[in-house]
């Protein structure tokens, strides 16, 4: 299976802890021989270079399309109108949505239309719940 991993930057100091937050998630989802597209790393090789919004969501909506779930990765409380919107073209997709948020985050808007939503206190509480839930709404498909 494979999985479009999305995301939001909230500072500068936060993107290098998210980027190492997003490695670790795709890390879990490899051990259990899942792929994942994250776009700051498949696209922009973790690096600072300015796409415009409007091409960058074309490549985001590419990759969900090719994939199989989408996982929104929350780590902050601030509204974000991209993963919102990143969010419903995965359920006009028909793709599975999952929500994992760091303990003490939200996102209400992803909350009202994902169809599994997992909080975590660390790496390990992510990894037990995602791998119970892969394990049994994929089973069928794999």
């Given amino acids: 299976m494979k999985f479009c ?3 939001k ?12 937050d ?8 490899s051990d259990m021989d899942h792929d994942s597209f994250i776009f700051d790393r498949d696209i922009k090789n973790w690096q600072n ?4 919004r409007e091409e960058s969501s074309k490549m985001v909506f590419s990759a969900m399309a090719e994939c199989d779930g ?13 993963m919102a919107m990143e ?19 939200s996102s209400p808007r992803i909350r009202s239309v994902c169809d599994l939503y997992i909080e975590f206190e660390d790496v390990g509480d992510l990894e037990s ?3 119970d839930y892969l394990n ?3 089973a069928v498909s794999q």
């Fill in 5 to 7: 991993i999305i995301y």
């Fill in 9 to 20: 930057y909230t500072t500068t100091k936060n993107k290098y802890q998210l980027e190492k």
């Fill in 22 to 29: 997003l490695e670790q998630l795709s890390s879990i989802l």
């Fill in 49 to 52: 270079i300015e796409i415009p």
């Fill in 70 to 82: 989408v996982i929104a990765y929350v780590n902050h409380s601030e509204l974000s109108e991209g």
């Fill in 87 to 105: 969010a419903g073209y995965a359920k006009a997709l028909n793709k599975k949505l999952i929500m994992v948020v760091k303990e003490g985050a």
């Fill in 129 to 131: 719940s995602l791998s």
């Fill in 136 to 138: 049994s709404a994929f």
